[in-house]
């Protein structure tokens, strides 16, 4: 597939408009409200939490996007509205209506997202007025502003877009994303929003999304917790001009994997601003049944703390790699396992081989870090994305409130 990979944002596909503000909900007196705007009706999809314990603008989201059509999404920052109750409920209600109200819309047209500290009333009084002041403000240039605006503990905001053709015409998808902390399949904090021009019909638009979101943000973690809040969505209002794509087969796929590279690499930021991370890594794992099966025995190595731990310690120990894929749901031989870190093996049918540890060391020592596992049973490939776990991990957590 021929694609152009742009630094856009969630504007970058044509029919949309952003902002984001600052409205005091973050003590610290940053961006903290984003508005997205579609000129054009859309089609939209999405996949959410897992949790048992779902925030107030997740249930609501979730049953608005069951129908499958949206114009705006108004998302705050600094305040999860979770575990607030009816009261929470009522102020998500309250944030859809506010948007449609300045937008000139319905309120099943606005979707809702939040993320922040859980347990905390929105001070609704600051979001009306800051949900006033994105409305007026939205602009084609207003895409970065509005990234900025969603982050908690981020470093950096998280956009990435590129331009496929579908049916002989350009088609754009653009996203915008925050996570740094609370990172694990299913999602996790995770807010990821996504736009495209292209037409495509409700039930292959959500089709797409499951299989990008499998493929990318379900294959991440940076510390095993799962969110309250953890939402991706994605908009499409077909002003690209395309005939409408129905079903994953021709230009249908085309799309599902424009829409996956996009995933992939904002999951790729995510991880990369891991909290407290100072490397970022990723453990393929191949020669499995399935993918389903790969993905599973890589994201048991990934999730292990014992296994971060050792990336941050820059130790070549490769056992910690066997015991963890020992834990993964996945009948294996563990007398067929290779294990590589880069192009060095480590471990060749379970067992230990000579190499050099000062090469080892080289290799542990680079920002990026590849882990390479081969189960020898199969053609299934999974790639997970982790990071180190290090001191300024526990510094950063143990004050997230302050």
């Not at 409920?89 to 979707?111: C, I, N, P």
Request: hydrophobic share 45%; net charge positive.
């Amino acid at each position: 597939m021929k694609t152009t990979q742009h630094s856009g944002s969630i504007t970058f596909a044509k029919g949309y408009l952003a902002s984001g503000v600052a409205c005091g909900i973050k003590r610290s007196g940053k961006s903290d409200l984003a508005v997205v705007y579609s000129e054009a009706p859309a089609t939209v999809a999405g996949v959410f939490t897992v949790n048992q314990v779902k925030a107030a603008p997740v249930v609501l989201t979730a049953r608005r996007t069951a129908g499958g059509t949206a114009r705006a999404l108004v998302v705050n920052s600094g305040n999860a509205n979770a575990c607030t109750g009816e009261a929470g409920m009522r102020d998500a209600e309250k944030m859809a209506a506010l948007t449609a109200h300045h937008l000139g819309l319905s309120d099943k047209e606005v979707l809702v997202a939040s993320t922040g500290v859980i347990g905390r009333y929105l001070p609704m009084d600051k979001v009306s007025a800051g949900i006033e002041a994105a409305s007026r403000s939205l602009s084609v240039e207003g895409g970065e502003e509005a990234a900025r605006a969603i982050c908690t503990t981020d470093t950096f905001v998280k956009e990435f877009s590129l331009t496929l053709n579908i049916g002989g015409k350009p088609v754009r998808i653009g996203g915008m994303a925050k996570g740094a902390g609370m990172i694990h399949p299913n999602l996790a904090t995770l807010l990821a929003f996504l736009t495209t021009d292209a037409a495509v019909d409700p039930a292959t638009l959500k089709a797409a999304l499951g299989q990008a979101v499998a493929r990318s943000f379900h294959c991440v973690t940076i510390d095993g917790d799962c969110s309250t809040n953890d939402t991706v969505l994605v908009m499409a209002n077909g002003r690209a001009g395309n005939k409408p794509l129905k079903g994953l087969g021709g230009d249908g796929a085309k799309f599902a994997e424009g829409l996956t590279s996009v995933c992939q690499e904002l999951a790729r930021r995510v991880v990369l601003d891991g909290e407290g991370a100072t490397k970022f890594i990723e453990v393929k794992v191949k020669g499995a049944p399935t993918f389903e099966a790969a993905r599973e025995c890589a994201m048991a190595v990934a999730k292990s703390s014992l296994f971060k731990t050792a990336m941050f310690g820059m130790d070549a120990n490769w056992g910690r790699i066997m015991a963890a894929l020992g834990m993964a749901p996945v009948k294996l031989n563990p007398g067929k396992v290779d294990i590589s870190f880069g192009p060095l093996k480590v471990a060749k049918d379970g067992a230990a081989v000579e190499f050099s540890e000062a090469k080892a060391l080289g290799l542990l020592k680079r920002k990026e870090v590849e882990v390479v596992i081969d189960l020898k049973s199969g053609k299934g490939e999974a790639a997970v994305f982790t990071s180190d776990l290090s001191y300024d991990y526990v510094k950063i957590n143990a004050a997230y409130r302050t």
